[in-house]
């Protein structure tokens, strides 16, 4: 859980994180804002956004290319676990 001053820190904005962040950061905010999620948006809001009716068709991830995302999106996540090991929480 994020408390205190890791609000306050900076997001890595260079590297794998910042391009990531870059890619589905214009998809994530209408999708926000609507849930209002102010403690935790992970891989299954990533991937419900990333076709949402609720998300404007311009952010929405094209259907031809959403298996590749869903896959990139897949991969990025298990980064740094374990095949076998129980996942993060």
């Known amino acids: ?3 205190g ?3 306050l820190r900076p997001v890595a904005q260079a590297g794998p994180c910042g391009v990531a962040r870059a890619e589905v ?3 994530m905010v209408p999708y926000n804002s609507l ?3 102010w403690t935790h948006l992970d891989l299954a ?3 419900d956004a990333a076709s949402a009716a609720t998300v404007p068709e ?3 991830i ?3 290319r959403l298996p590749a995302f869903c896959a990139r999106a897949m991969a990025i996540a298990e980064l740094g676990h374990t095949p076998g090991e129980p996942g993060r929480s």
Do not use: C, E, K, T
Request: proline share 5%; charged share 30%.
């Open 58 to 60: 311009r952010y929405r």
């Open 25 to 27: 950061g214009p998809l």
């Open 45 to 47: 809001d990533l991937l």
């Open 35 to 37: 849930h209002w999620d």
């Open 1 to 3: 859980m994020v408390v």
């Open 5 to 7: 001053d890791q609000l």
């Open 62 to 64: 094209a259907l031809d």
